[in-house]
């Protein structure tokens, strides 16, 4: 097994990955390191949570030379979690060469980024929006950029910021080396991607099926009137320890969140509307495990690493294919198993034909629980945590009277009587959602170029094209200079 001191990389970098607990690279670190190291244009695709952050954090930190104070490495992703999150590991990667990167992103007091600009920091991770406005303000200078990554490539590519990412990529004067990673390439993506690189490499660790074995995939049949009961029995049978439902549109996350609330649930919602501080609260509680359940858009599908998510719900269907991939994603990572389980309406199962074939995995079919199976879920559930107090023997000061109980009844009905205490029986609380229209198939998604595509004239992006906007934007408020075409093809509006 190779490990990280194979690689032509400095001690000090080692040193920190062996700080982090990572010993050994994973597939796509082992492949793709040593390719970027060259130097060259890649494309880097491995299946969600394998590590792609370190495989392109690696070759980016060691380039950098700290003698410089200019900006010499920039991530793009697409939400503000994200790069929060890049921002963080980079910084743990580079904490020994003492390389310091600094995270730009909407919704966040933009004087505070430019004193954080100002102190010099050798990378930067950016949402596309914030950085236009940085590169405006001229509060960033990119003349000295050596490396550019676009995490979740093709999530920009398809959602249209195409068009921003050439004109961040057009104020680069230097010559540079351009990395895209994502779990998932579509082909038409490749193409667009490829036409602002030099001659990329593609590096893709194959695998049977995109999505990660270690997570089982389970889809449920349900009527859209059903979904909200059906999805409290599942999370009362399962109990998982850390969840996230994904709905699609943010009225959905809100009516979902405030549902979970009424029932009793630990649950708190994110969605493109929640302003920035809530979000990175709700994120900070869902990590630290205050919030158990975490009701999300399309926003928190991709590149969010937070361990201990044992379950993904799909409560409806997502648009993309891509998408379900990067949504059940968020549990299973670094060999840890998962459980996802989709909703899907009896009117959209081409669409769940569709995720098949795509992630060329079967999902397995599961049966509308019973309320014997909830019973019988929520028993197993009080057992464990039972046991879980019998382990932890801190119940010393109870034995006296557990003893004058046992004196006076029978053991067994004294335990019974104790479970069901603890037992957290079904809340049912009426919760009614508003209906939500089944999802329909596009019919245009595999048509030539599916209808986003832009011209190109320049493969480090010419920035012609710049009076634009009209379509959702997910990270920031669009600057208002630019015109309102409103053509594109976008995701989901609502998101
Ligand atoms: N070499 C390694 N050894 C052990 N753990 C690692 C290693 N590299 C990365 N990890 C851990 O694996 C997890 C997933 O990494 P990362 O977020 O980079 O995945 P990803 O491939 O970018 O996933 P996604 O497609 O969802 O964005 C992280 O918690 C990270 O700390
Ligand atoms: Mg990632």
Redo the contacts with the bound molecule.
Sequence with gaps: MTSFKDFQIGEDIIKSLSN???????P??EKAIPVALEGRDMIGQ?????????AFGVPMIDKITLDQSKVQGLVIAPTRELAIQVGE?LNRIGQHKRVRTVPVYGGQDIQRQIKALKKHPQIVVATPGRLLDHIRRRTIRLDEIQTVVL??ADEMLNMGFIEDIEAILAEIPSEYQTLL???TMPQRIQRLAERFMDQPEVIRIKAKQLTVENIEQFYLEVKEPQKFDVLCKLLDIESPDLAIIFGRTKKRVDELTEGLLKRGYSAEGIHGDITQNKRERAIKRFKNQTTDILVATDVAA??L?I?GVTHVYNFDLPQDPESYV?RI??TG??GNKGQAVTFVVPREFEHLKNIEELTKHKMTRKQIPSYDDVLEGIQKATRDDLLNALEDQDFQKYKRVAENLLDEYHSVDVVAAALKLLAKEPDRTPVKLSAVSPLRVKKVRQGKGGGNRKRHNNRRGGGQNRNRGGGRRRDDRRPNNRGNRGNRKRRNPNQ
């Design positions: 982090m607990g990572f010993e050994n690279p994973t796509i670190q491995a299946q969600t949570g394998t590590g792609k952050t370190t590991e995490d979740e990673f994502s779990a991709r590149g690493d361990s990067h994603g968020r990572r670094a």
